[in-house]
């Protein structure tokens, strides 16, 4: 009582807590034992800085900015590089030489009769000069020199004229011949069987991949599903360059066995997009299959009482209650289609080709990358930035999927108890 | 009874009955229909490992240029005589000039018996394969194989083979298909895969901790949790070319070890192990972080509530208590990521593993080639050897994979067990 008395008496005259304490020390050091103990304690109980936890929790934080540091690397070295594709004038052989020498101050001048012709506007290059053409007549040319803030120089006869072009949005998105060689650089040429295989394996893992998840959840006994179910799941494990053999060795041969080598080109789209379609099948039958477990027991047995068949629950009860997981399972399989590589890199043909027969050979987006980037690639070349153009669309295309996939989990889904 | 009730339900009673049995027609249609499409799957998904079994096994014709009976001293075949009397052999069957060349590459005093041996088969007898059948044929047609051979290369030798063997898995790479193995191949998927653990797991494991224990539900984590979800789902090549514009080119100094002063000219374009370690770091960066997070959430928090209790720092329960309990969990999604990492192929193309390589990487500045690399070049050759042994190859890897998953399945089970 003392002691509570003299503390509670204490606080209001004194103005900090210090001071308390050490009044306690001074005057009533002796005094109390339990006394001492108390402010000890309120010592003790204040929070002490600690570096190292602050340190370690930098750490952690650090570790979980990693990922975003990886997408804004991702983002800014595709942006960056199709930039440079876009903008970057690719100076092109014209196969036509300077007819006579020419110097600093020439604005006028004959050029060899050969190669590429000419036309007003078109920027070019001879050496290391580059000039603006003004006006063309009967093989000889007027020229704004030293273009592009370069040096106006003396060139000799014989020297190769290089043309100067630039890869526009609309080229990219409108054209369909993709062949840097010659300056085409129209994507649809890859887009397109990107397309044509991401459909072929639709059409084979949707219908198949569904049905399987239902029977798993809804047919088969618990036995069967717990052998069946992992089965799957260690399948599509397989790396996918197994199965880009698979579609080689087995898919082709049965493919033109069964409509005819002559129909059926050794490396075609077909054959590549069933093989995506087997690889993405157990990513829907068993993300599908969760969707649908997931869907209470109450709902069936409500619907097998009012007289439904298993089948009518099914299709008007589990699958409607599980719409918004099978379609994240599905957006999220067309994204893996159209992000896979080596399947279509091994099995769907070398060379871009518009055609929208799937058993003609056709290079997806992702083929081209894998064979342009296999063979020592120059930097700074415009197969290089090509590269990154194609990544880009890429990658936007299958963010796009992904992020409609949690979108649609997220809005589409049916909440129960 | 006759109340005009009673006849209407005996009527609708009727319709009912009229009404169930085509609706339990096709009930039970589609319920073989479901069925027949998981066989299916099962079906297409066991053809797939049937190929590779099929081609990874099966009937040789071998011709070779001289019979290896005729070699035979003294009735002791060629396979097991001692070193002296195959170096006499070598000696009496190839040209002196070859013999001597042999003498100065490395005196034949160094050399072991297997590699005179080695010597012997590929210089003197040189075994060539005439045809080739798959495991299929060798079963079924196994009597008209054996008659071809006979009949048609009276002189060649009918082996059954296993392409995948010791030999094959020790052997360096090589542009002969009989002499090609996967030592390189493993060894770079090994040396590959440390540098990408070194750099995803403790990255991984640290967001994961961050995510499930320090952050708190604003913007930036709930930034940083959709951001990984995110990448988790974006395709392995864009992780190469990433790869490729930031450790191949950007930090070409490093990657190829110039900054440490290895100067090999041969690596010295940032296209080695250490580039594609890190690059297959990044891809399996999102993945471990799911898993780990998945094995963090797990751990009961009454454990947690009794340390902070006990006026443990948030690192001290973190260190302490919940670790422990979710590292058999981490270990399992480690291992799951590890095995993705090993069969990807396409970010180290983009990357620029090497496409023929027969020295052993040495190191986190070589060249490198993977397995599944091997196996896409094997692919791509028309020759059917390398069919062969593209199949081989692949049930190496796949036995890899087989091992890594029992362990991550053995860890899970410990861990279950435990709880």
Redesign the interface.
């Known amino acids: 009582m003392d002691c509570e008395n003299q503390l509670m008496g204490q606080t209001p005259s004194n103005v900090s807590g210090k001071e308390i304490m050490v009044e306690n020390r001074t005057e009533e050091a002796a005094m109390d034992a339990n006394m001492a103990t108390i402010s000890d304690l309120k010592v003790g109980l204040k929070k002490r800085p600690r570096f190292g936890e602050n340190l370690i929790q930098a750490f952690l934080f650090f570790c979980g900015v990693v990922s975003i540091i990886i997408t804004i690397g991702i983002v800014y070295e595709l942006g960056k590089e199709s930039l440079l594709f876009f903008t970057r004038r690719q100076w092109e052989e014209t196969n036509k030489p300077l007819a006579f020498d020419i110097d600093a101050q020439v604005t006028q001048f004959a050029v060899g009769s050969s190669g590429m012709s000419l036309r007003e506007d078109q920027i070019i290059r001879v050496g290391e000069e580059a000039m603006r053409i003004v006006a063309v007549a009967d093989g000889i040319i007027t020229v704004e020199r030293g273009y592009l803030d370069t040096l106006a120089v003396s060139h000799s006869a014989g020297v190769e004229i290089l043309n100067g072009r630039v890869v526009t949005l609309g080229e990219f998105f409108g054209k369909t011949e993709w062949n840097p060689q010659i300056g085409k650089f129209g994507i649809w040429a890859l887009a397109n069987s990107t397309l044509l295989t991401s459909v072929v394996a639709i059409l084979v893992a949707l219908p198949l991949g569904l049905s399987a998840a239902i029977y798993l959840s809804e047919y088969a006994s618990e036995r069967a599903r717990k052998i069946l179910k992992p089965v799957l799941e260690v399948l599509a494990g397989v790396p996918t360059v197994v199965y880009g053999y698979f579609a080689l060795n087995f898919m082709t041969p049965l493919l033109r066995n069964i409509f005819g080598s002559g129909v059926v080109e050794i490396y075609n789209t077909a054959s590549a997009g069933i093989v995506i379609g087997i690889l993405i099948l157990p990513l829907v039958s068993s993300m599908s299959e969760d969707a649908l477990s997931a869907v209470p027991r109450s709902l069936r047995e409500a619907a097998y009482g009012l007289g439904a068949t298993k089948l009518e629950t099914a299709i008007k009860v589990v699958v409607p209650a599980a719409f918004s997981g099978i379609a994240a399972a599905v957006i999220v399989a067309i994204s893996r289609a159209i992000g896979e590589t080596m399947i279509v890199a091994i099995a769907a043909g070398a060379g871009p080709a518009f055609t929208f027969n799937p058993f003609k050979a056709a290079e997806t987006m992702t083929g081209h990358i894998v064979r342009i980037s296999g063979g020592d690639l120059s930097y700074d070349s415009i197969d290089y930035n090509s590269l990154f153009a194609i990544g880009l669309m890429l990658f936007l295309m299958t963010l796009g999927l992904n992020i409609i996939s949690q979108r649609v989990v997220k809005h589409f889904r049916e909440e129960y108890e | 009874m006759d109340s005009p009730l009673n006849n209407k339900l005996i009527t609708e009673s009727s319709l009912f009955e009229n009404n169930t049995k085509p ?2 027609r ?2 039970r249609f ?2 073989s ?3 027949i ?2 066989v ?3 079906i ?2 066991s ?2 490992l049937i ?2 079994v099929n ?1 990874a096994f099966g009937y040789v014709i071998y011709e070779s240029d001289v019979d290896p009976d005729t070699l035979a001293v003294n009735g002791v075949a060629v396979d097991d005589l001692p070193k002296e009397e195959l170096m006499a052999v070598l000696q009496s069957n190839i040209s002196q000039g070859l013999y001597r060349r042999f003498e100065h590459d490395m005196p034949f005093e160094e050399r072991t018996r297997e590699d005179v041996l080695a010597l012997i088969y590929e210089r003197v007898i040189d075994p060539k394969v005439v045809t080739q059948y798959s495991l299929s044929d060798s079963i079924f047609k196994r009597s008209e194989i054996v008659q071809f051979a006979a009949v048609e290369y009276p002189k060649a030798e009918l082996i059954f083979q296993s392409w995948i063997n010791w030999d094959f898995v020790k052997a360096p790479q090589s542009g002969d298909p009989l002499r090609a193995g996967v030592r390189t191949a493993v060894f770079g998927s090994l040396w590959t895969i440390l540098f990408a653990v070194l750099l995803a797991f ?6 994961a ?3 499930q224990e ?2 708190d539900d604003n913007w930036i ?1 709930r ?2 949790q ?6 988790a ?10 790869g ?3 450790f191949v ?1 950007l930090l070409e100094k490093i990657t190829s070890g110039a900054f440490l002063g290895v100067v090999d000219p041969t690596t010295a374009n940032g296209r080695t192990i250490l580039s594609a370690g890190l690059t297959l770091g ?1 891809l399996i ?2 993945t471990i ?1 799911i898993n780990a997070q998945e094995a963090i959430k797990a751990v009961p928090s009454s454990l947690k509530q009794a340390s902070y209790g006990l006026g443990a ?3 001290q329960t973190v260190w302490h208590h919940v670790l422990p309990n979710a590292l058999p969990g981490i270990m399992t999604g480690t291992i ?1 990521a590890i ?2 990492a ?5 970010p180290l ?2 990357v ?1 593993a090497s ?1 023929f390589i027969t020295i052993d990487p040495n190191g986190p500045f070589s060249k490198f080639t993977t397995l ?1 690399i091997q ?2 070049q094997w ?2 050759r028309p020759q059917d050897l390398f ?1 062969n042994i ?2 081989a190859a ?1 049930l190496v ?2 036995m890899m ?1 087989l091992s890594l ?1 029992a362990s991550a399945i053995l860890l899970r089970n410990r861990f279950s067990n435990r709880n």
């Open positions: 609706r339990h096709t009930a589609w319920m229909i479901f069925q499409s998981t299916i799957a099962i297409a998904l053809a797939l190929t590779i081609n403790p990255i991984g494991v640290g967001a901790i961050y995510l320090y952050a984590n930034i940083i959709t951001n990984i979800n995110n990448l789902g974006v395709p392995s090549i864009i992780y190469g070319i990433l490729l514009a930031i080119r990044l960066l999102p972080i720092t948030r690192w799951l095995s993705r090993i069969g990807e192929t396409a193309v983009v620029g496409t599944p196996i896409y692919t791509s069919r593209a199949a692949i890897l796949l994979l998953n």
